[in-house]
């Protein structure tokens, strides 16, 4: 019960994400982001190349055991997890671009997830089942229909859209929150499953998904902070519709749940850091 509770907020938060987003995004500004051909490149290149290599680098040459190996490797294929944008929602600049991040990623997710479930099933034989109609719906009705749906609000009913992502924002915390303690709940039961070399499996991804998007970031000390929570987060909901297809008859719920907290609390350093950063970057443009 509490672990279909736990998919179901996981899995539903999207479309209030998005939808808060869009609500709250200019058009034009997230377009022109967009269009941006390095940041597109950049990003791809960790999203879509650099974490997955990265991710199963390390569960291979660790003895990390063989279902927490494939929800590590699952989890590292699927990019961009929408609610990263909650990080940055305050700071226009910053939020239109990872808007940009996160829809590209997305968009580019019909190629990246289906190319790496081939590769996957090919040289490790994991069984991996996921059509590309069912992922191309998936990402449809839950990332971008809100999505669009909130920038046309925001473009001709602008007197709605402020007062509705407020709300929506409010909705999103309690259910953001909700989803951690049913987590917490279905994953304490399992954490005798996240052995040490998972826990340092878990450490060293994170960690190195945070180097490769601050050196993707280049110069731009937004897009560093972007790329390396992205990076970091991967997209748990799209991950847990693959497992749901590929191993139905397996129960791997509450692993997922123990590794979701284990990998949420690897993500709080570079948070920590990441924070600072931007305190001091808005520090020092108030003293010029």
């Known amino acids: 019960m509490l672990r279909t509770i736990a998919e179901l907020l996981v899995g539903n938060l999207i479309e209030i994400v998005m939808l808060s987003a869009g609500l709250r995004v200019q058009p034009e500004r997230l377009l022109a982001e967009i269009r941006r051909p390095a940041l597109a490149i950049r990003e791809l290149l960790v999203l879509g190349l650099g974490v997955p290599l990265l991710t199963l680098l390390v569960v291979l040459l660790l003895p990390v055991p063989p279902r927490a190996r494939v929800v590590a490797v699952l989890f590292g294929i699927c990019p961009a997890a929408p609610v990263v944008l909650q990080s940055f929602h305050k700071r226009e600049t910053a939020a239109s671009k990872a808007l940009a991040v996160v829809v590209i990623a997305l968009a580019a997710s019909v190629f990246i997830v289906p190319s790496w479930i081939w590769a996957l099933n090919r040289f490790f034989a994991l069984g991996i089942r996921l059509s590309p109609e069912t992922l191309f719906s998936l990402l449809a009705l839950k990332v971008f229909v809100p999505l669009f749906l909130g920038m046309a609000v925001h473009r001709f009913v602008p007197r709605v859209a402020e007062p509705l992502g407020r709300v929506l924002t409010v909705v999103m915390i309690v259910g953001l929150l909700l989803a ?86 690897s993500t709080l350093p570079y948070s920590l850091f990441a924070w600072r950063q931007s305190v001091r970057r808005q520090g020092s443009v108030h003293s010029t």
């Open 180 to 265: 951690l303690v049913v987590l917490a709940a279905v994953g304490a039961g399992t954490l005798r499953l996240v052995t040490l070399p998972v826990i340092v499996a878990v450490v060293l991804v994170a960690t190195g998904c945070a180097i490769l998007g601050e050196i993707a970031g280049g110069s731009d000390p937004e897009l560093r902070e972007i790329l390396g929570r992205t990076a970091m987060m991967g997209n748990p909901a799209l991950a847990l519709a693959i497992i749901a297809a590929s191993y139905p008859s397996l129960d791997i719920g509450g692993l997922v749940a123990a590794y979701l907290i284990c990998r949420g609390v």
